[in-house]
């Protein structure tokens, strides 16, 4: 099982280009999520989907947009990089909240991707 | 505000020598307390799921454990090898989790 997979693994940009990161998951998760995480911070949420097709903002979308066409497949995309979005992005998927009986649920990670923006 | 602070930031023992690892939380509606492993240039690994206060999890040389308001990771006689950063995040009743900032535990042979 490759679990979540995440491509790029290392991207340089220059300010005011755009790029996409690619997460694919093959769990079968219904639920999928963008963090970014910078030195002191911790993880931040950027956007999250509870199912294809849907997406929603978490607590940092401002920048970044989303789409979820396909159940297993994620996309984070920059527009117009700022040296601001310089940071690791994870993306994560799980199971839908329904399945445990407290409803919390375990997040599965991707291996990061290291995005640098000059 | 829902948040989630971790202590110490960073952590070094001998390998052998037990210590805790401290996560203090508020949060509207706990679902769940989680505990994940992240090693350099990887992303986080599950350990633990807490759901209510009192309960315990044990893996190998870990122990997590859950009060109202915060959790302790107690790692016992650990080696080399547990060196990492630990973090901690909680799911409150939305869909969200919080992350605290992470513990980076070097254990030295």
């Not at chain 1, 911790?42 to 940092?60: D, F, N, P, Q, W």
């Not at chain 2, 992350?99 to 030295?108: A, E, K, P, Q």
Request: aromatic share 12%; net charge neutral.
């Amino acid at each position: 099982n490759a679990g979540v997979t995440q491509t790029p693994k290392f991207r340089v940009l220059k300010t005011g280009q755009s790029m996409t990161l690619l997460c694919a998951q093959d769990m079968n998760h219904e639920y999928m999520y963008w963090y970014r995480q910078d030195p002191g911070m911790g993880l931040r949420l950027i956007h999250y989907s509870v199912g294809e097709g849907t997406t929603a903002k978490g607590e940092v979308p401002d920048g970044y947009n989303v789409s979820r066409l396909k159940k297993q497949n994620f996309l984070l995309g920059l527009e117009s990089a700022a040296p601001s979005q310089t940071s690791v992005y994870f993306c994560a998927s799980s199971y839908s909240f329904t399945g445990s009986f407290s409803g919390a649920n375990v997040l599965t990670f991707g291996a990061g991707s290291r995005l640098t923006v000059l | 505000e829902d948040q989630v602070t971790q202590s110490p930031e960073a952590l070094r023992l001998q390998e052998g020598e037990s210590s805790s690892l401290n996560c203090s939380y508020t949060v509207s509606g706990l679902r769940g307390l989680f505990w994940y492993r992240q090693d350099p240039g990887k992303g986080p690994e599950f350990l633990f799921t807490l759901y209510s206060a009192g309960e315990e999890k044990e893996k190998e040389r870990l122990k997590a454990t859950l009060t109202k308001k915060e959790s302790f990771l107690h790692i016992t006689a650990p080696k080399p090898e547990d060196s990492a950063t630990y973090l901690c995040a909680v799911q409150h009743t939305g869909n969200q989790f919080y992350f605290g900032t992470g513990t980076s535990l070097t254990v030295i042979p």
